[in-house]
């Protein structure tokens, strides 16, 4: 699988919806590129602050939107909350895009693809539920960064405070493998 680095995002065509906006290797226009999708919407949840919900039947293996935002290392990040990490220093920070409403689950129902940096659906997803990603798949230290938070997605496995990557169990690190950014999995598997 090719990585995702400046030099690959760089080569993407920009996206011409917003000039901030660096990631885009659909068409301008098309349904994945900035829109917010119409399977989605952005609802309060209370506990969480405000969440992505489903607002029809989304199936398993969906494509829901493409990551937007700006590249940039970690000294330049403005609020790392509303980052992605996709490097060990090169995180996608949305401004005002739907992606940055996105929710951790520990018993999530999306995972990023670290290719098309799109959120997919892992599981069918009913119209009114939210939708997660397990933020450990993408941060390694949110600690580092100051933005971990105590977990309220309220699923039986809740590992409580999110962290990042670092700070999992060993046996959990495996469970996530499938779904890791490249640079996380590198980073595991050098020490085992
Ligand atoms: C990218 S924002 C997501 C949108 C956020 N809820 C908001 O209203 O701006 C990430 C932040 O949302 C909150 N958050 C996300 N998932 C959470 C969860 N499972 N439990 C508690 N807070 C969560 C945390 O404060 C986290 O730093
Ligand atoms: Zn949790």
Same mark, same amino acid.
């Given at each position: 699988?090719?990585e995702v680095s400046l ?7 920009? *996206?011409?919806?917003? $000039?901030? *906006?660096?990631?885009?290797? &659909? $068409?301008?226009?098309?349904?994945? *590129?900035?829109?917010? $999708? ?11 602050? /405000? ?13 829901? #939107?493409? #990551?937007?935002?700006?590249l =940039? $290392?970690?000294?330049? !990040? ?7 990490q996709l490097d060990e220093d090169l995180f ?13 689950? /520990?018993? @999530?129902? /999306? ?7 799109? +959120? &997919?659906? +892992? ?17 390694? %230290?949110?600690? %580092?960064?100051?933005? #971990? #938070?105590?977990? !309220? *997605? ?7 405070? =999110? ?5 999992? @169990?060993? %046996? ?5 493998? @499938?779904? !890791?950014l490249p640079f !996380? ?5 050098? =020490? +085992?």
């Amino acid at each position: 699988m090719e990585e995702v680095s400046l030099e690959t995002v760089g080569r993407a065509s920009l *996206c011409k919806a917003s $000039p901030s *906006c660096v990631v885009a290797v &659909v $068409p301008v226009g098309s349904e994945l *590129c900035m829109k917010s $999708p119409e399977s989605i919407t952005i609802i309060e949840t209370g506990s969480k602050g /405000c969440g992505i919900v489903a607002t029809k039947h989304i199936r398993k293996g969906e494509t829901i #939107f493409r #990551f937007s935002g700006e590249l =940039v $290392p970690r000294r330049k !990040l403005k609020n790392p909350n509303t980052a992605l990490q996709l490097d060990e220093d090169l995180f996608l920070e949305s401004y005002g895009t739907i992606d940055e409403n996105l929710n951790h689950s /520990c018993n @999530p129902n /999306c995972h990023v693809d670290f290719r098309q940096l799109t +959120l &997919v659906a +892992l599981k069918d997803i009913q119209r009114g539920e939210e939708l997660t990603f397990d933020y450990n798949t993408s941060e390694y %230290d949110l600690m %580092d960064q100051g933005c #971990f #938070f105590t977990c !309220l *997605c309220g699923s039986q496995d809740c590992i409580g405070d =999110v962290r990042g990557f670092k700070y999992l @169990p060993a %046996d959990h690190k495996k469970k996530t493998e @499938p779904f !890791l950014l490249p640079f !996380l999995k590198r980073k595991w598997r050098k =020490v +085992l």
